[in-house]
Nanobody
Framework: QVQLVESGGGLVQTGDSLRLSCAASGRTFSGYAMGWFLQAPGKERAFVAAITQSGRNTYYEDSVKGRFTISRDNAKNTVYLEMNSLKPEDTAAYYC???????????????????WGRGTQVTVSS
């Protein structure tokens, strides 16, 4: 079992920045690739970014490329999502998730993640 707890969400204005954190406990964190997903009201959960077990490779949804950065600190069992130039359309609940899969295709697939946090809300006002 892996327990994931997100933090760092909040209410910000357009153009502001936030850094989300996801703290993991349980099994060996470094053995899992990590992903961030979002779910806006009335919409399905969608891929945002992912990072491989070593942190060597990262993947992003097109709309966040150049604005969001995913990173991890395996010594701290934590994955981060640095969010810059926030837009109202970024408003959503953000979830981190863990998977033992890898690769650019698999890590975009919500169904391949084994463990999920409860989410943290990000609201961007215009």
């Amino acid at each position: 079992q892996v327990q994931l707890v997100e933090s760092g969400g909040g209410l910000v204005q357009t153009g502001d920045s936030l850094r989300l954190s996801c703290a993991a406990s349980g099994r060996t964190f470094s053995g899992y690739a990590m992903g961030w997903f979002l779910q806006a009201p009335g919409k399905e959960r969608a891929f945002v970014a992912a990072i491989t077990q070593s942190g060597r490779n990262t993947y992003y949804e097109d709309s966040v490329k150049g604005r969001f950065t995913i990173s991890r600190d395996n010594a701290k069992n934590t994955v981060y999502l640095e969010m810059n130039s926030l837009k109202p359309e970024d408003t959503a609940a953000y979830y981190c998730a863990a998977t033992q899969y890898g690769g650019s295709v698999a890590l975009r697939q919500e169904g391949l993640y084994d463990y999920w946090g409860r989410g943290t809300q990000v609201t961007v006002s215009s």
